[in-house]
């Protein structure tokens, strides 16, 4: 079946380390790469997606994330965390049908 | 306003009572999806519109579930004979097409509880 998986439940980070987020999917056909973050308090948004061309997408607010095919995987990156970095991160893949698969989420804290 | 709204924002009702949310999308967003959410979990897929029909409902738990859209706008998810179970948060997002690339643009969500 298809799956998203996000290895880290809960990351603790102090301001200025750097950050990635783990995750998998199980698919070996065409995908449709998401990351979405979602602050306290608020919805769901969009940080950075992937459907095609450079596997090195960059997002919003320094975010950048890598499609590495062989791997199955969609990791985030950003080198220097802030603490307004706090917030849940979800991973979301579209399997080339319309509905999303979304990851289990990773929640950041990010210490002043 | 410019973002998809939602309401109510929490509903708390009793177990085996009707329930409807509503979902207003992004103006001139053809593609309207819902979502259920559940503490700890991502949000789980439950059905597609594109337009007025349901494009894909595979997600739906069971029968007591539907979903309507009869003016291309507006939605509302309808559950029936609630149960302790169907507590989460429900979601709703909008795209411009319903093409896999296109972001979707989520709503605040309804809080239901049932007790």
């Known amino acids: 079946a298809q799956s998203v998986s996000q290895h880290n439940h809960h990351v603790i980070l102090s301001e200025a380390a750097s950050l990635e987020l783990g995750c998998n999917y199980s698919?070996?056909?065409?995908?449709?790469l998401f990351w979405y973050v979602q602050y306290p308090g608020q919805h769901l948004q969009l940080l950075l997606k992937y459907f095609s061309g450079d596997p090195l997408v960059k997002g919003i607010k320094g975010f950048e994330a890598e499609f590495i095919k062989s791997k199955f995987s969609f990791n985030l990156r950003k080198p220097s965390v802030q603490w307004s970095d706090t917030a849940e991160y979800f991973c979301a893949v579209n399997f080339m049908g319309n509905d999303m698969r979304f990851g289990a989420g990773t929640r950041l804290t990010v210490k002043p | 306003g410019a973002g998809v709204s939602q309401t109510p924002s929490n509903k708390v009702t009793e177990k085996g009572k009707y329930v409807e949310l509503r979902c207003d999308p992004i103006s001139g967003h053809t593609a309207l999806y819902w979502y259920r959410q559940s503490l700890g979990q991502g949000p789980e897929f439950l059905i597609y519109f594109q337009g007025t029909g349901a494009a894909d409902d595979s997600g739906l738990p069971n029968d007591r579930f539907f979903a309507v859209r009869p003016e291309g706008s507006v939605s509302t998810l309808k559950i029936q004979r609630t149960e302790r179970g169907d507590s989460a948060v429900y979601l709703c997002?909008?795209?411009?097409?319903?093409?896999?690339?296109?972001?979707?643009?989520f709503g605040p969500g309804t809080r239901l509880l049932v007790l």
């Open positions: 997002a909008s795209s411009l097409t319903p093409t896999g690339a296109e972001t979707q643009y």
């Open positions: 698919y070996g056909g065409t995908v449709n």
